[in-house]
């Protein structure tokens, strides 16, 4: 059974650095992309980065460029969304998703197949 399980998240203060984990059971990473997520209450979900399955290019939006990275690890099976110099507005649920297919889907939540259940990312002193 195909699933996506986001780990990692918690209070952290601004400035701070946090690291997100998305273990996937179920498919292998060479042949999804993997998109991060985040949704803030009374706000819709948007992506803030991707990472390619064939051969691990990233993509990073401009909410986040600079201060987030994104990587895996194929022998756990598992991506990282590496988060550093946050502010309170990254303050959201993170979540993470599989899109099937090779290159970067489109930023639409509707490129992609599965989802996680999200991990709750709090920035504030």
Not at 62 to 90: C, I, Q, Y
Request: hydrophobic share 30%; glycine share 12%; with cysteine.
């Amino acid at each position: 059974q195909l699933q996506l399980v986001e780990s990692g998240g918690g209070l952290v203060q601004p400035g701070g650095s946090l690291r997100l984990s998305c273990a996937a059971s179920g498919l292998a990473l060479d042949y999804y992309a993997i998109g991060w997520f985040r949704q803030a209450p009374g706000k819709e979900r948007e992506e803030v980065s991707c990472i390619t399955g064939n051969n691990g290019d990233t993509y990073h939006y401009d909410n986040v460029k600079g201060r987030f990275t994104t990587s895996r690890d194929k022998a756990k099976n598992t991506v990282f969304l590496h988060m550093s110099s946050l502010k309170p507005e990254d303050t959201a649920v993170y979540y993470c998703a599989a899109s099937l297919g090779y290159g970067f889907p489109s930023e639409l939540t509707s490129s992609y197949d599965y989802w996680g259940q999200g991990t709750q990312v709090t920035v504030s002193s």
